[in-house]
């Protein structure tokens, strides 16, 4: 098993930059690929950032641009890097790793981030 624990979300004027952070914790030679996910109010749950083991990464279109997804094997984490937040940005933003390079095994519990001014 893997454990996961987001940390990093909060408040944040529109504009402003937030990093997530996701440690992980538990079996973790078996993780392979990593992502951040997000639930905004009333909506589905959609993929936002993926990154595979050999840091190859991808978006999804909103956020190409502003976000930044990163992992440090070393430290068994994987980043978000926000910037130009806007209202649209508002959700809980959920870690989540595979033991394959794209269907996720493990999810964290969430963090809130709130963009208002």
């Known amino acids: 098993q893997v454990q996961l624990v987001e940390s990093g979300g909060g408040l944040v004027q529109p504009g402003g930059s937030l990093r997530l952070s996701c440690a992980a914790s538990?079996?973790?030679?078996?993780?392979?690929?990593m992502a951040w996910y997000r639930q905004a109010p009333g909506k589905q749950r959609e993929l936002v950032a993926h990154?595979?083991?050999?840091?190859?990464?991808n978006y999804v279109a909103s956020v190409k641009g502003r976000f930044t997804i990163s992992r440090d094997n070393a430290k068994n984490t994987v980043y978000l890097q926000m910037n130009s937040l806007n209202s649209e940005d508002t959700a809980v933003y959920y870690c989540?790793?595979?033991?394959?390079?794209?269907?996720?095994?493990?999810w964290g519990k969430g963090t809130l981030v709130t963009v208002s001014s």
């Open positions: 990154i595979t083991s050999g840091g190859s990464a």
């Open positions: 989540a790793a595979g033991k394959s390079a794209y269907v996720m095994d493990y």
């Open positions: 538990g079996s973790i030679f078996s993780i392979n690929g």
